[in-house]
């Protein structure tokens, strides 16, 4: 195991700049995962820490060892792949003591080590397979099994699960998290998918455009947004965004509207408000529903206010039909507020109880 500390690291691509200035610690064991949209960075910050992309300039350190010279075989990690890449002619258990034999490691030390990554992972039964053999899930751990054997100091993951489909990527999340537990291995893992980062994190790093928007615990980012784009971007479905401005009475919308606040900053011009922290209430505001979808223990339904329209999850069933009118009150602890510059102002309070 090993921390990893990446300083004021940049990459250039010509006159195009990938990474401009990324500074990130990663403690010794912990899982962290780097999230963002397509495009943001992510994927290229994670190369960099493989070694499989050169670094402009800043340090990137693994352990005690500045790395930035060192051939990603020299830097004591091993990486797992989106497309997985086994090899097709050999067998499961020759793809995951491929780079084992590369080391020329005695034979029975290969044996042993292929042996134990596959009872942890529960690949027994099919080490003489061919990955043309295997499901998609198989695959994946057959990819994770050849990582495992090396006993590297970090694990790098850049989004294993996205060819997967639902309801295994559910079940490989699970998986890769236990693995984690067990082998308290630092692991740094890439996705585009904010589901996966809040459900396996011990700390998130959010990403946009070759910067880090913010990092921290998966509640806290949930619970404390930086801005705008952090609030929008966790949390499943998206916070609501509302524009107006704040007046003596509360949040006045763009069609002056009037929506509870018990903070009044007078900067504030948006609103923010996630979906479940929207109730129904006889005295609310009144909305007209425009879709109902029932998932069984919740019901998301998308209201129209004004012109604007929101998304609410309610735990109880909502048989409301298109056109109906509902009413509603935002929890008023739970209400963001956000400056012209789309920095927080305040946070709301009641999620954190």
């Known amino acids: ?6 300083n004021n690291a940049r990459k250039d691509y010509g006159a195009f700049k990938a990474i401009k200035g990324v500074s990130v610690d990663i403690g010794d064991g912990e899982f962290v995962v780097l999230v963002g949209p397509s495009g943001c960075g992510k994927s290229t910050l994670l190369r960099m820490i493989a070694g499989l992309e050169g670094i402009t300039s800043g340090q990137i350190q693994i352990g005690k060892h500045i790395v930035n010279e060192l051939a990603p075989k020299d830097r004591d990690i091993a990486m797992v792949f989106q497309n997985y890449a086994l090899y097709p002619h050999m067998t499961v258990a020759k793809n995951m003591g491929f780079s084992l034999r590369l080391k020329r490691m005695p034979r029975t030390e290969i044996d042993q080590r292929v042996g ?7 690949l027994e039964s099919l080490l003489e397979r061919y990955p043309k053999q295997l499901s998609g899930g198989q695959r994946q751990r057959v990819a994770m099994g050849r990582a495992i054997v090396r006993d590297p100091a970090v694990f790098l993951f850049d989004e294993p699960l996205s060819n997967l489909d639902a309801k295994l990527r559910v079940q490989m999340r699970s998986e ?11 692991t740094i893992y890439v996705t585009h998918d904010q589901i996966e980062a809040m459900t396996m994190a011990d700390k998130i ?7 880090i928007e913010q990092s921290g615990s998966p509640l806290e ?23 107006g401005k704040m007046t003596e009475d509360g949040f006045r919308t763009a069609d002056g509207l009037l929506l509870p606040s018990e903070r009044r900053p007078p900067a504030a011009v948006t609103y923010g408000i996630r979906p479940e922290h929207i109730q129904l209430d006889p005295g609310g505001i009144e909305v007209t529903t425009v879709v109902v979808e029932p998932t069984g223990s919740e019901t998301l339904v998308i209201v129209r206010l004004g012109t604007q329209t929101l998304t609410c999850v309610f735990r109880e069933r909502i048989r409301a039909a298109p056109g109906e009118v509902l009413r509603i009150a935002p929890i008023h602890d739970a209400v963001h507020l956000f400056a012209a510059d789309e920095q927080r102002i305040t946070s709301g309070e009641a999620a954190l109880n």
């Open 1 to 6: 195991m090993a921390h990893v500390s990446v």
């Open 116 to 122: 134990n990554a596959a009872k942890i992972l529960g």
């Open 176 to 186: 890769i998290k236990e693995l984690h537990q067990r082998l308290q291995t630092t």
């Open 205 to 211: 790093v959010v990403m946009k455009d070759g910067l």
């Open 221 to 243: 980012l949930y619970d404390r947004p930086n801005n705008l784009f952090v609030a929008g971007f966790i949390g499943s479905p998206a916070m609501n965004f509302i524009a």
